[in-house]
């Protein structure tokens, strides 16, 4: 993805990315304090919101192709495992059920295939939110924040269901977070974001 003169106001902040390249197939971090902008990018890059000014160019991908993990899981009042599927049936993909089967494995959440999906606990629930968002394969993967306000045990678990989804099926990552330590081992490059503006 390359992103150049990028513009956008929002109330008095100021978004402005002179450039930007995330080189595909990488995990990248996105990094700064709260009203850096982190989270207005990720919306221009999935196309929430639009751009004032300048350009983002996903290189042949289709913006069915990206997806976004919010910090709080937008979950549907119906099972885990219809909540998986739901991006399948939206493209118009049969579930493969060996490998619904094998994503709640990897989450720890085969047990709770059947469950109603608010009755999670709040890790459980980031875990079904990030297989929603894996399920059908996307190129492009955007996460705000979501490894912020989980327990240790929850946070550790997805950083592996990453590690363990881009061995699988080699994508582009961008994780948004203010705290770079969740990041150590995790991510190929570093991004550093102050006032709206890139610091690299």
Request: charged share 25%.
């Amino acid at each position: 993805m390359i992103i150049k003169g990028l513009e956008k106001t929002v109330g008095d902040f100021k978004l402005y990315i002179d450039e930007l390249y995330l080189e595909p197939g990488k995990i990248h971090g996105l990094v700064g304090h709260n009203g850096a902008g982190k989270s207005i990018l990720l919306k221009l890059m999935m196309g929430i919101m639009e751009p004032d000014a300048g350009s983002i160019d996903y290189e042949g991908l289709d913006i069915k192709e990206v997806t976004l993990m919010p910090q709080t899981p937008y979950l549907l009042h119906t099972s885990v495992y219809e909540n998986i599927v739901f991006p399948l049936k939206l493209r118009g993909i049969q579930p493969d059920e060996t490998e619904i089967d094998r994503l709640l494995e990897m989450a720890g959440l085969s047990e709770q295939k059947n469950q109603y999906a608010l009755s999670l606990s709040s890790g459980e629930k980031q875990k079904l939110s990030f297989l929603r968002a894996v399920v059908f394969k996307p190129k492009l993967i955007l996460m705000d924040e979501t490894l912020s306000n989980l327990d240790p045990e929850s946070e550790a678990a997805i950083i592996e269901m990453i590690k363990n989804t881009q061995a699988d099926q080699k994508a582009t990552w961008v994780i948004v977070s203010h705290q770079l330590e969740n990041k150590k081992g995790l991510c190929d490059e570093i991004h550093h974001m102050s006032k709206g503006a890139m610091m690299d």
